[in-house]
């Protein structure tokens, strides 16, 4: 039987390893919604994996399509995938809408709300879990050094904002107030438009835009991720 040098040995096995880990290492997963108001492409973070694998079966099965953006707040978010918005008439209350579980947070100080981040919204639950189909788009607004060193000692509790996410915040705009509270799985990749024109209608003392802006929630696949020169 031929017998292998250990030089070869060690090259084989290097390459065995290489090419699992290559084979291992995840794509980027992007989903389009697709509204009244326009088209945002969102890619969803490997980081975060409970939170993208939940959002993949979501909008694989169709649980999100005809869903309402039932909260919009001007220069703070928008938020949408409540089920009971579905056959919600004019005036109805929304946002307790779920599927009867929660995703475990996933907290990673890499992820932050700047504009244009997808992220879960949840109930006041101690372990911070997240709701299992209510998600908002950040919009935000620019902050001044002042304004973010109130927001660390009084709605941070002390934590320091990392020095390039300060000049994100003051340069972009987010939410910083958000962070390490709720869990950050995703970003607007081109579409931004579609987010402002959104926080830019009328809405009712809820929030509530007093037009219906329903959603339809698609996974894109990779020509159409190629077609828009994202990156995969």
Known sequence: MYKLSKTTSLIFIFICISTFLFA?????????????KGEVYLMLYNQTPKHRDNFLK???????????????????????????S???????????????????????TTLFHKRGVLAAARDNNPAKASS???????????????????IEQYRLEGKKIPAYQREIYKSIGGTPFLDRNYTVFGEVVKGLEM?????????DGNNRPLEDIKMQVTLMKPKEVKKLKLKI
Not at 26 to 32: F, L, S
Not at 86 to 108: H, I, M, S
């Open 24 to 36: 291992a290492k995840p794509k980027n997963q992007y989903v389009k919604i697709s509204t009244s």
């Open 195 to 203: 987010v402002d024109a959104i926080a830019d209608v009328k809405v």
């Open 132 to 150: 299992s189909c209510q998600f908002y788009i950040v919009q935000g607004k620019k902050y001044t050094d002042k304004e973010l060193d109130q």
């Open 86 to 108: 579905k056959t919600a008439k004019a005036g109805d209350v929304l946002g307790e809408g779920d599927l009867g579980y929660r995703v475990d947070a996933e907290f990673d």
């Open 58 to 84: 979501l909008v694989k099965d169709g649980t999100l399509n005809q869903t309402l953006f039932h909260r919009v707040i001007k220069n703070f978010m928008i938020q949408g995938g409540d089920p009971t």
